[in-house]
């Protein structure tokens, strides 16, 4: 069972733990900010690709990234505050799941495109979000022994794999935008180093109040050099609605078809195990024990969140990993710093105009970060890897295997698009969907289900320091510690300079805005990203 977030200090009276520390509002300002800039072309990408795909109208498009962003906001205030037993009270950003961007293409096409195709999508949608809700109120016997299919070597594949495939989706934003005319331009690659180099300057030699805001001074000095130099433009900000307000069910009441919501049920399964580790990766960075009743809360708040989205005309949810790394490289753990982020993400998606400038970020400037966030997302995996047993001959099968499946998609598409049926191919065409099948079905042919921690896989849900609660699943909340607390390590911190430590982590934070960028490059040339 987890300990709770209050902790003894030094003078032995309750202290606040750090994810549960309300901070000045200036700060909880500026630090949510940080989140949204480091978030919003992640936030994005998915309906402008999905859009375009669909062959929407501008107009049907502005209003899908607006849901989309409202949606986002509302489901990160819950799974960063919660309601309940729903929401895992951890700084955890929420985000459309780029997983299923495949799937609902080929979805809205085979009901015919544009808004008819969207219809059928959002009833996958709604369902998958109302199954993985009930999923996650299993008993709690039931609920870990379904968690024993995701232990330490499938969720550190599943997220080092997430990170491997978007790492080019990084590299082509740095580029300039796969499609665009100045791609590969090396005026592109100047703005994209000029901006990480800003970026590791201030996370060196900066004072931490300085570093911890690095990601957003960086974004906004590249911005600013680039329209200086006539490569920013601002023009679509005129032309943009100051007020658009999301309604639920907009395009029309939505369709249910059996395919689609099985689609849709296979990429809600994907999502939960990157939720899943997500959760156990920012519990280590912020020091607090993950235990199952934690998880669930987390896959209920992704749930609620997926559901929400098919009513508000929005796309499945998932705890972003991106956002992961820079509460890592910031080191600030107050979840009331998400909350902050999700009112920010709300006040957007009512205001066309404010997210026009925020989208007026050139593609080399996001890039820069992009791609190094990406990369961190990977290390996060490979940090998680870290605690297996890979000297354990069949967890470096399932390892090594899965990486090889997850990359079958970007190597080798003419074999999805030329030799595999159209229904077939919108669902194994991912990398993602591949690596992550690849290594629950592997693990469970060399490992098993085994509870004890002999090969490096104890169950994922179920830690070593958690032990089973005797009856429902409790509240992590209700339970002080015996004793002092000792602060955790940073995942993956340096033994040596902080301020390096400090400086690698927020390169990584920065590069979740461009990971989206590059995806909706990607999308002009190939609807279906191999992510």
Known sequence: MARVAARLSDNGEQSTHPVDEVLPLPRLALYGFQHVLAFYAGAVIVPI??????????????????????????????????????????????????????????????????????????????????????????PSKAFRAVMRLFPPVVTGTVITVLGIVLIPVGLND??????????????????????????????????PFLSSISILLGLVGGTAVAFLLGDAEFGGVADSDWIGVTTPFHYGAPKFAWFPILLMLIVMLITMVETTGDTYAVGDIVGKDIDSETVARALRADGAATAL????????????AENVGLVRMTKVKSRFVVVAAGVFMIVLGLIPKAAAIVAAVPHGVLGGAATVMFAMVALAGIQTLAKVDLKEEKNALVVGV??????????????????????????????????????IVLNLIFNGLAEDDAHGTAPAAVPAQATAPAGPLAQPDAVAPAGPEPEAAPVGAAATAEAETVAEAAVGAAVSTAAATSVKADADEETAPAS
């Open 49 to 138: 690709i999905v859009g375009g795909a669909l062959g929407l109208t501008t107009e049907q498009l502005v209003y899908l990234i607006n849901a989309d962003l409202f949606t986002c906001g509302i489901a990160s205030i819950i799974q960063a505050w919660g309601i309940g037993r729903i929401g895992a009270r951890l700084p955890l950003i929420q985000g459309v799941t780029f997983t299923a961007v495949s799937p609902m293409i080929a979805i809205g096409l085979g009901a015919g495109g544009g808004t008819a195709g969207l219809l059928v999508i959002y009833g996958a949608v709604i369902t998958a979000g109302i199954a993985t809700f009930a999923f996650a109120w299993l």
């Open 174 to 207: 740095a580029a300039g935008g796969v499609g665009s005319p100045g791609f590969g331009d090396p005026k592109n690659f100047a703005y994209a180093g000029g901006t990480m180099l800003f970026i590791l300057v201030l996370m060196k030699l900066g004072k």
């Open 309 to 320: 989205g098919g009513v508000l005309n929005s796309f499945p949810y998932v705890a972003f």
């Open 402 to 439: 899965s990486l090889a499946f997850a990359l079958l998609p970007a190597t080798v598409p003419v074999f999805f698009k030329d030799h595999m049926n159209a229904d077939l191919s919108s669902l194994l065409n991912s990398g993602v969907t591949l690596g992550a099948s690849a290594a």
